[in-house]
């Protein structure tokens, strides 16, 4: 089975500066695909970037990057110019991609809530 | 295009009471599934469908159970509330094969059992 692991609980970054939520994980597959999902306080979980496992570029969503690092098992996200807009708890996940039968099924990490002050 | 709806939005029940949380989504997706969130935890999946008639079991089985009788609605029974089923539950959907397609979540359902 898979794990998603967040090692920090809560972060904080001033408005216009960058920040790097971390992310570690646990599989024995080759193929599969990870997220970032953030939830502000309306509870609605919005998808922020994806990247998939064989592709070695980065994916890059405007102010939102990741760091995609395979053998460390390593998906690190970086939000750059931080917005008040980004305060949130933020998620990321694993889904795996063997043989199209994940059916969408997603493990989460625990979380990390971010806060951005002015 | 509504897409994924979730009812009701609060609820409150007293342990042994049963509930249906509902579920709808007017995408045509095929796939569907049921998560609940608690803190330090993350969210985990109870249940999930790939199409109607079928449904399978994901993490967090116990005390729950689900029917997919049409492709647009996937309720979640709670047969008999207990106070570790208190959580917020999400249901979302996905379409097509591409197993990187987008989940859909819907808006949640906060729950509270005394």
């Known amino acids: 089975a898979q794990t998603v692991t967040q090692s920090q609980p809560e972060m904080s970054v001033q408005e216009a500066e960058t920040v790097t939520l971390s992310c570690t994980y646990d599989t024995s597959e080759n193929n599969y695909y990870l997220f970032w999902y953030k939830q502000p306080p309306s509870r609605q979980m919005i998808l922020v970037i994806r990247q998939e496992a064989y592709k070695q570029q980065n994916a890059t969503e405007n102010r939102f990057s990741v760091n995609f690092q395979k053998a460390a098992k390593s998906f690190s996200l970086k939000i750059s110019d931080s917005q008040l807009g980004d305060t949130a708890m933020y998620f990321c996940a694993f889904m795996s991609g063997v043989g199209g039968t994940s059916y969408g099924k997603l493990t989460f990490g625990q979380g990390t809530i971010l806060t951005v002050h002015p | 295009n509504a897409g994924v709806t979730q009812t009701p939005k609060f609820q409150v029940l007293k342990t042994g009471q049963s509930m249906t949380l509902q579920c709808a989504q007017d995408?045509?997706?095929?796939?569907m599934s049921w998560y609940r969130q608690d803190p330090g935890m993350g969210l985990r999946l109870i249940h999930y469908s790939v199409g109607a008639g079928i449904t399978d079991q994901g993490e967090v089985p116990n005390g729950y159970n689900v029917s997919r009788s049409t492709t647009e609605d996937f309720p979640l029974r709670l047969l008999s509330a207990a106070p570790s089923q208190t959580s917020v539950y999400f249901c979302?959907?996905?379409?097509?094969?591409?197993?990187?397609?987008?989940?859909?979540f819907g808006p949640g359902t906060r729950l509270t059992v005394l």
């Open positions: 995408m045509n997706h095929e796939y």
């Open positions: 979302a959907s996905k379409g097509g094969l591409a197993t990187y397609n987008e989940q859909f």
